[in-house]
């Protein structure tokens, strides 16, 4: 099982370094959350690579008129997931976060998924 989750972080990273853009930033980072649960694997070490690319999904789509709700859900659910098995966040981590919860509960404000994701995290920070 290891050795596809190795193969899909390859390629994720692959893709992402071929076209700095929110899709395949958001796709690495939703593997690299998984890998972070994964024995074996560095928690902190996938959680701060996951969430760096969340947020450089995020910096980008910015400038963008349409703005997708995945890389938003992508990093309250790893951060939520992280929290949850007993990691820590540095503080800038955890300031981008509260920033970012504000900023997805203005520009998504019926999204259940983000709502829902608003309520569990606030809970953890």
């Not at 349409?66 to 939520?80: E, I, N, Q």
């Not at 820590?88 to 404000?109: G, H, I, N």
Request: glycine share 4%; with cysteine; net charge positive.
């Amino acid at each position: 099982m290891t050795e596809y989750l190795d193969s899909a972080v390859q390629n994720a990273r692959h893709a992402a370094s071929i076209e700095n853009h929110p899709l395949p930033l958001t796709t690495l980072s939703k593997i690299l959350f998984i890998q972070m649960v994964v024995p074996g694997y560095s928690r902190v070490g996938a959680f701060n690579e996951a969430f760096d690319c969340s947020d450089r999904a995020i910096k980008i789509e910015k400038s963008w008129a349409r703005k997708s709700v995945h890389p938003y859900v992508t990093m309250f659910r790893g951060a939520r997931e992280y929290l949850e098995r007993g990691g820590v966040m540095s503080s800038t981590q955890m300031q981008r976060v509260r920033d970012l919860l504000l900023e997805a509960e203005k520009l998504f404000p019926k999204d259940h998924e983000v709502g829902d994701n608003l309520r569990n995290l606030r809970a953890l920070i």
